[in-house]
């Protein structure tokens, strides 16, 4: 690609290096903020240098905040004794938004991948093993993706604190709500019939 | 969707104005910014603001410049009698990538478009009129989008310089090259029949 702008050029680079945005893609957000009003670029140039020169992660789950402590964790109504693991802030949210758990999370801040380079001492692993340890946990719940990393990471996590013996589980994996049958994978649906559910709870939940 | 932290939720919010950018794809965006050094997310603000503040356009080509004549422009090697008209800077960077062109460029900043509250006036026709009647100009190349609006904004700037009595020509239209002639539409196979080249000149370029 030739440009007839070194600033111009510059920018699309820049936003070029954002994943799953190549040169073009760029250079059409790029010619986008020149026909906005100015404004449009200096709020988002200020939002991103806020966010990553200010942003801090709290001291007990590691969830993103903007306080030392972050809002879920703060919130004593919350159910400090049930604590969901999650990889990172997006499965989070994920839960949040579904309201349908009230305890607290740990965030691990990724999975036990070797491929990638990720060992059980990049993630936020020996801080979870802690609280465990203090006693101030009576159940787990493991809710990280069902991938051979996930599975690994659940796996690790487990034997580390099996010996205090707290209640641990995972989510339920099975068919989604909607699904039709027929276009579900074998994996999932043989482990949805092994892991059935009595109906009257099901027509409960 | 429910953000652990302020900061981040107006990042999110701004990156998501960008055209085509959702609020899910712009929280992945800024989630890869957190997990960079901080540099990245300096430069990429720094290149962003410094393009938006600091960008010139070419007064007399209307292209994107970093200085008052834009490269092209200056360039005493090109053909300045043989002017391309197109729509934005863009389409300058894909006929330049060709290198079969070797004359000036007037960039009009779009096409007349009525649905859209695009007039002539909008556009930079006056200037393009100005330069035809100034008489430094052989010849005009149409190379607009062949959609509706480009036939339009080509019809109407023919119509302004039209007493003027220069070369025009536009961009041919015709079977891309690879295409099988099976999936062409009937519209540009029509044309391309209608605007045939002998066959000598089509092996020759």
């Not at 600033?7 to 820049?14: F, G, T, Y």
């Not at 799953?20 to 240098?49: M, N």
């Not at 059980?120 to 493991?142: A, C, R, T, W």
Request: with cysteine; charged share 25%.
């Amino acid at each position: 690609m030739e440009f007839s702008s070194k600033l111009l050029e510059n920018a699309v680079n820049e936003v070029s290096r954002l994943p799953g945005i190549g040169k073009r893609t760029a250079l059409r957000l790029v010619l986008h903020l020149l026909r906005q009003p100015s404004d449009h670029t200096k709020f988002l140039s200020e939002a991103l240098l806020h966010l990553r020169n200010d942003i801090k992660t709290c001291s007990k789950c590691h969830n993103i905040s903007d306080t030392a402590l972050c809002d879920i964790c703060i919130n004593t109504k919350r159910n400090s004794e049930i604590v969901c693991v999650v990889e990172d802030i997006r499965d989070v949210m994920a839960i949040e938004s579904t309201s349908q758990f009230n305890g607290l999370y740990h965030v691990l801040g990724g999975k036990i991948s070797p491929i990638e380079g990720v060992g059980p001492q990049d993630l936020q692993i020996d801080s979870l093993v802690n609280k465990v340890e203090s006693g101030e946990i009576k159940e787990l719940i493991f809710a990280l993706s069902s991938t051979m990393e996930g599975d690994t990471t659940n796996f690790y996590i487990f034997k580390q604190i099996e010996k205090f013996r707290i209640a641990t589980s995972t989510i339920a994996r099975g068919i989604s709500v909607g699904d039709e049958l027929e276009y579900a994978d074998e994996v999932t649906l043989g482990r949805s019939i092994v892991n059935r559910i009595p109906f009257e709870q099901s027509i409960r939940s």
